[in-house]
């Protein structure tokens, strides 16, 4: 289209996307850019007509030819006018090699699958207000006093890259709460949790069993702030599933995992809450 094209956008710029992500009802956290572009500054693109930004996409890639797609937003008054599949192909381009994952929302599932990408497992978003319980453990502690290894080797095998960067900025971000279950020396879990700009959100949330991930769950939440918890679920984790409803949290809206290229294999038996739709 004439005076449209597609850019790698500025980290500022990023701050806008976050802002559209916002109105769309997807609620990202307060502090995510940051965290977000260091991954990959170059994997977030923005679609200027005349001039003005018009639509975005984030196509991050991870080492080992991963790659996850998100942020991808048209202007509402410009959808309909090709805008969005000029930048989805400029966005292909840049994970060209790798196996592509992404979340989708309901309304874009079929383009998605018409582009090629597959079905994995749905991801269900669950909120409500804080659980009233308390967490029984004893064992959990900081999980920035935990040695940075044993964090990151439970993030590899339930993500599909190695993402050492990302994590060290993530349990780290303004506001934000990071705890480890640890069990006669043993990493059993972690989670984090951060201000949204509607309530707090948890994620990641791993661990060993469901025991765990609750007592994680309600401690995580009972460092937050007033307003509404929510928690990303893997629905193929039948578990994490039965947590969501245990802490009487209840379905917001959905998302399809989805992947362009072979499905990574991870363990999502301990996968008991999504980092973030954004950036998987």
């Not at 190695?162 to 971000?173: K, Q, T, V």
Request: proline fraction near 6%.
């Amino acid at each position: 289209m004439k005076g449209y094209r597609v850019r790698v956008m500025s980290r500022a710029e990023l701050d806008l996307a976050v802002d559209w992500a916002r109105a769309e009802g997807w609620n990202p956290g307060l502090h995510d850019a940051g965290a977000f572009h260091a991954v990959d500054p170059e994997g977030f693109l923005i679609g200027e007509l005349d001039g003005e930004p018009a639509a975005c996409i984030s196509v991050v890639r991870y080492p080992e030819n991963f790659g996850f797609l998100g942020f991808y937003i048209v202007r509402p008054e410009l959808r309909g006018r090709g805008l969005g599949w000029d930048l989805w192909r400029a966005g292909l381009r840049h994970l060209e090699g790798c196996t592509v994952g992404l979340d989708g929302v309901v309304a874009q599932q079929d383009n998605y699958r018409k582009s090629g990408f597959a079905l994995a497992y749905r991801n269900i978003r669950y909120g409500g207000a804080p659980p009233a319980g308390t967490s029984s453990a004893a064992s959990l502690v900081d999980a920035r006093t935990v040695p940075f290894d044993r964090l990151l080797d439970w993030d590899r095998a339930l993500f599909p890259a190695p993402r050492a960067g990302f994590l060290s900025n993530w349990i780290a971000l303004p506001g934000a709460s990071a705890l480890a279950a640890v069990v006669d020396g043993a990493l059993r879990g972690f989670g984090v949790i951060r201000p949204c700009h509607t309530g707090s959100k948890i994620g990641p949330l791993y661990a060993a069993d469901r025991g765990t991930a609750r007592d994680l769950a309600l401690a995580l939440a009972a460092t937050a702030g007033d307003g509404p918890i929510f928690l990303d679920v893997p629905e193929v984790n039948r578990d994490a599933v039965l947590l969501a409803e245990e802490l009487g949290l209840t379905p917001q809206f959905e998302t399809a995992r989805m992947h362009l290229g072979p499905a990574p294999a991870i363990d999502t038996a301990r996968l008991f809450g999504v980092t973030t739709f954004e950036l998987g």
